[in-house]
């Protein structure tokens, strides 16, 4: 997780020759309209900069936690960023209490975790979620590593960093096992790179699940 971090204090030094490369405007619109609430609490876990994502919805009045694992990136996120509330933390590491946010967010950063921390995230993830509340995340798979499951590093602007994944239908299991509802999976190609972008939801209350709780697993 080291070299990791020095490897994203690195990008922050040529952050600015970089900005806007990645376009997210349609990803947030879509996202903004399954929210389908006006103002809210936004996580957004792995926030870099605070760019493109955390600027799009402080534009809409929203309140934004970013969380962070580079010095140099969190740096910028106050930067450009001064309205976000920003936590200097591996995302795997922080923690909130349950029922926090109505939406959160995770770009181009689960897929740097370890396999064996990701369910963990996304059970606290689920959590963290308010009843009704959306996440929005990216997930690599065989289009951009070249297999189905993988582990291990790949070069990015010249740089090798750690990548690990699941199947699709292995990630959707664990998903819909923690109780997440699938709400869209998406193979979108941005910068040239093609990556799966899932929209999930924590179901809001009802007679069958009065508390807005996880599903046991395995069922």
């Not at 971090?5 to 900005?19: D, K, L, P, S």
């Not at 990630?171 to 999976?185: A, C, D, K, S, T």
């Not at 009802?206 to 996880?214: F, G, K, L, N």
Request: charged residues 25%; proline residues 5%; hydrophobic residues 35%.
């Amino acid at each position: 997780m080291k070299e990791l971090i020095a490897v994203y204090n690195r990008f922050a030094e040529t952050y600015h020759e970089n900005r806007g490369i990645f376009d997210m405007s349609q990803i947030f619109n879509e996202f903004y309209t399954i929210i389908n609430i006006d103002k809210g609490r936004l996580l957004d876990l792995g926030c870099g900069a605070g760019e493109p994502i955390p600027a799009m919805f402080i534009e809409k009045g929203w309140k934004v936690t970013g969380v962070d694992f580079s010095p140099k990136m969190i740096a910028l996120a106050n930067f450009y960023q001064p309205k976000v509330m920003t936590i200097l933390s591996d995302i795997s590491e922080i923690d909130f209490e349950n029922d926090q946010f109505e939406a959160i967010t995770a770009v181009y950063s689960l897929f740097h975790l370890e396999k064996e921390k990701q369910s963990p995230l996304f059970e606290k993830i689920y959590h963290w979620l308010k009843c009704g509340g959306k996440a929005l995340f990216t997930y690599a798979d065989q289009h951009y590593t070249g297999a189905e499951s993988f582990s291990g590093y790949k070069e990015f602007m010249g740089e090798k960093l750690y990548y690990s994944h699941f199947t699709p239908p292995e990630l959707r299991n664990i998903l819909q096992n923690i109780g997440f509802e699938i709400i869209r999976e998406d193979y979108r190609e941005i910068g040239g790179e093609i990556f799966l972008w899932m929209t999930v939801g924590k179901p809001r209350k009802s007679r069958q699940r009065p508390d807005c709780a996880p599903r046991d697993k395995g069922t």
